[in-house]
């Protein structure tokens, strides 16, 4: 069954990363644009291997949400500095957690001077170079408005930047007027259009919302250990409450991106060591709403109904729908459990990771507030041991891939002194 079209994976990580730093995303898509264009113009590329390469374009600066954070809001200055950090970054990022590993070379090279990346044997470094030219054009139009020609570029042909890319621009600018249309927002139709030609498997489908999860740790690293917990707790317990394979696979995508909305809280508010006010926790439970924004008309109607209610509580006193116990399934039932137990034994700014019997104490309490249910409850607490041992494996497993990719950038950062 398909949960999420291929497109709407792509719309999904642009507005996430959106909410996590709306300039840089803007930029990408842009250039995704710009690049888009030109190699349409080329003619060498079919629409679905196109559709992949703008997808890579857009999220070409993805490396600079962990490693630029301080210097993003200026771009000129951001774009002048130098890039290999954010370069290598992006490149271990895609190369480790998306399904599209043979492009993340183009995320490493995007920044290459062009006489340097002649000498190098990889097929997409044409790409590369495009990107290349579409960022410059884009940073610099920008920056400098109708100070801006197109032309100021020309002195780097074949030396910083590729001179048949810089001719190809020029053509295509002239042809469609990329700029005027980057200007008034008339690209994004056209941007939309090539995105509908995106073919993804379900098992590509699932590694990219994996990836978005990883994602979220650009804004808060603690997202991605409560999410990778909250998941496995699923698991387990929908694995012995006998589940069918579809409601697993629901449950699995639900719990992935249940507190995407989570990336729009102020993170003072999220890492205050401290009780919030009423006002910030009325703040904080937008995140919900945000979520649901993002996911309606985007994904299976049924996995966003578990993912929002993970607030919800039996007895009407969660959010924001403030549902009852008879309107609402196991699979939303379970995910509420999960991550309760997620938040306790997961260390917070104001509180250390709680030990089992404290955990298991609460969930009682809420089974007896008819806040929880009790037969998921249930399930948790007499196996507990089996399962956060359990829970423990997967998520090093899981976790494994993402220390990889911090462990191989801190050692390339070494090696050029980054």
């Known amino acids: 069954m398909e949960y ?3 497109k709407d994976i792509f719309l999904l990580m642009r507005d996430i990363l959106k909410m996590i730093h709306p300039r840089l995303m803007e930029h990408g898509s842009r250039v995704a644009y710009m690049v888009y264009k030109m190699l349409q113009e080329e003619g060498r590329y079919e629409e679905f291997e196109l559709a992949d390469i703008v997808m890579v374009a857009a999220f070409h600066d993805i490396g600079a949400y962990k490693t630029e954070r301080g210097r993003i809001n200026d771009m000129l200055r951001y774009e002048s500095r130098d890039s290999m950090a954010h370069s290598i970054y992006g490149y271990l990022f895609f190369r480790y957690l998306s399904p599209v590993p043979d492009l993340a070379k183009v995320i490493m090279y995007h920044h290459r001077d062009y006489e340097q990346l002649q000498k190098i044997d990889y097929p997409y470094k044409n790409i590369a170079a495009y990107i290349n030219i579409a960022e410059k054009m884009d940073i610099y139009s920008t920056s400098m408005g109708s100070q801006f020609d197109i032309h100021m570029f020309q002195k780097q042909a074949d030396t910083k930047l ?9 053509q295509c600018e002239t042809k469609y007027g990329m700029l005027e249309k980057l200007q008034n927002g008339e690209y994004k139709e056209e941007l939309d259009y090539i995105v509908d030609f995106m073919i993804f498997n379900n098992e590509d489908k699932k590694k990219f919302l994996e990836m978005l999860m990883y994602c979220m740790g650009f804004a808060r690293e603690g997202m991605v250990v409560d999410t990778i917990t909250t998941v496995c707790i699923c698991e387990e317990i929908a694995r012995r409450m006998m589940l069918t394979d579809s409601e697993r696979e629901m449950l699995y995508y639900a719990t992935l991106i249940h ?8 993170g003072d508010k999220i890492a205050a060591p401290r009780k919030l006010t009423a ?4 703040v904080m439970r937008t995140h919900v709403e945000i979520a649901e924004k993002q996911l309606t008309n985007r994904m299976n109607k049924e996995i966003i109904s578990i993912a929002l209610a993970h607030h919800e509580r039996g007895d009407g006193s969660g959010y924001p729908q403030r549902l009852r116990d008879h309107q609402m399934n196991t699979r939303q039932r379970i995910l509420q459990v999960s991550d309760v137990v997620s938040a306790l034994v997961n260390k917070r700014s104001y509180r250390d990771a709680l030990p089992k019997d404290q955990v298991i104490a609460i969930l009682n309490e809420e089974v007896a507030r008819n ?28 976790l494994k891939m993402y220390q990889t990719l911090n462990f191989q950038y801190g050692q390339v950062c070494k090696k050029y002194k980054i």
């Open 4 to 6: 999420i079209k291929s």
């Open 162 to 170: 590729s001179a048949t890319g810089l001719e190809r621009f020029y």
């Open 259 to 266: 507190d995407i909305g989570m990336l729009a809280i102020p």
């Open 279 to 282: 006002e910030e926790i009325k």
């Open 371 to 398: 806040r929880l249910k009790k037969q998921v409850v249930n399930t948790i607490v007499s196996s507990y041991d089996m399962i956060m041992k359990r829970v423990k494996e997967e998520s090093a497993q899981i």
